[in-house]
Each structure stands twice: as structure tokens, then as C-alpha cells.
């Protein structure tokens, strides 16, 4: 199982740590299902369902259904209301869009 690996205690106990460097649960959650879903062990169109990935992250429901929320917004999960979540799909259009936006940034880029 390939679970969340935690970080050894870098902020001694007694002492908070500082919020530029606190990484919200959630978000370690999100990071780690979209390295899934980037590296193809979770296929386009599959159902995520928070339990399994609770499971496998090993964390409750909450992070991850926030994590499923985030990664909605960055457009690598489709959330379907009384259905699921499922990994997005990417279309044709998607293709047509992200080389529309690399032939705008590719000429600027090289004058840097």
C-alpha cells in the first residue's frame, strides 16, 4: 500500500510552526492523488471514491474529499454530484488549448 509518508517532527513540540511552512493535510492529500493520476495509476475515468483513498493514504474521509475538491479546481478530477468523482478526461479541446496557450508563452520564454 502506498500511503503518505510522514515527515520527522522538524518544530520542536512546545513551539507552533510557522505558517509559510505548514502544508495543510488536504493539500499533501491532493499532491499525492494528483502524482497518482499524473503518473497513470489512476486511469482517465475512473472512479476515485474517498474511502479507498482514505485507505490508501492512510487518513480519514475529510482530507481527502477536500483534496478531491482542490484537485476539481485544478481541473485533474470531475466531481459528479450524487455520483462521484471521477479522474478527468482529457479531450481534444484540452489539446487545442494547452498548445494555443504554449505557442503564446514559448516566444516570450526564449527572450528571456
Do not use: N
Request: proline share 8%; charged share 25%.
Amino acid at each position: 500500500m502506498a500511503s503518505i509518508q510522514h515527515l520527522p517532527q522538524l518544530v520542536p513540540d512546545d513551539e507552533p510552526p510557522h505558517p509559510a511552512e505548514h502544508k495543510l493535510l488536504s493539500r499533501t492529500v491532493a499532491d499525492w492523488l494528483a502524482e497518482r493520476i499524473i503518473s497513470g495509476q489512476e486511469y482517465p475515468g475512473s472512479r476515485l471514491t474517498e474511502t479507498r483513498l482514505a485507505e490508501d493514504a492512510g487518513v480519514s474521509r475529510s482530507p481527502v474529499r477536500e483534496a478531491l475538491r482542490i484537485l476539481q479546481s485544478e481541473g485533474l478530477v470531475d466531481i459528479v454530484p450524487r455520483y462521484g468523482a471521477f479522474v478527468a478526461r482529457i479531450g481534444i479541446d484540452d489539446v487545442h488549448e494547452l498548445y494555443a496557450c504554449r505557442m503564446l508563452l514559448e516566444p516570450v520564454c526564449t527572450r528571456l
